[in-house]
């Protein structure tokens, strides 16, 4: 621990080529190797961007997987949103990863245009469920828009209950137009 702590605080290419190398290799412990992914993350640059993209790709422990979608969205570097969301919309990934990449994109800034536009491009009920609440958490009134038509349109009961729940938590004056709605029959809940 305290050697991979050490060499990330070198700034040598030579010091952050261990790193990577530790971190690739398989043969390691786990939490040592999060924790190489961990400080190799505080680099903000598009190399170490490309290096974790690349390293996530090659990787199938879980632990590991979602520690490069953390350290990718902690960074400031071009193209980590598309990323994050490329993973996201990825049918090949597992769902609890998908769900991760989502959360992480939103964290790292991703807009509610962007993570609105995915809803319809998902099948999954589960990820569509992350999205309603990723969307909760996203300062934005589009989200609110997005929340709103589902509750009003979306198929599902259940995605319709879900957007109702996180809709009824906040103050916006269309969610009181929403419910008024409802108990009219106007809109099927």
Do not use: C
């Not at 198929?155 to 996180?166: C, V």
């Amino acid at each position: 621990d305290r050697a991979i702590f050490a060499l990330s605080q070198h700034g040598d290419a030579r010091a952050a080529g261990i790193l990577r190398e530790y971190a690739r290799n398989a043969a390691n412990p786990t939490r040592q190797r999060e924790q190489a992914v961990h400080w190799i993350g505080q680099k903000s640059t598009p190399e170490t961007a490309d290096f974790l993209y690349d390293l996530f790709t090659t990787l199938e422990e879980t632990r590991l997987r979602e520690r490069i979608l953390f350290a990718v969205s902690q960074m400031d570097v071009e193209g980590n949103i598309d990323w994050l969301l490329g993973v996201a919309v990825n049918e090949d990934q597992p769902i609890n990863i998908r769900r991760k990449a989502l959360f992480h994109a939103g964290q790292a800034g991703a807009t509610a245009e962007r993570l609105t536009s995915i809803y319809d491009q998902v099948s999954a009920q589960e990820l569509k469920e992350h999205l309603i609440f990723v969307y909760t958490q996203l300062d934005d009134p589009a989200a609110i828009d997005r929340l709103l038509e589902i509750a009003r349109t979306e198929p599902d009961p259940r995605l319709r209950q879900r957007a109702l729940f996180w809709l009824t938590q906040s103050d916006d004056p269309r969610v009181d137009a929403l419910l008024r709605e409802i108990l009219s029959g106007t809109t099927i809940p």
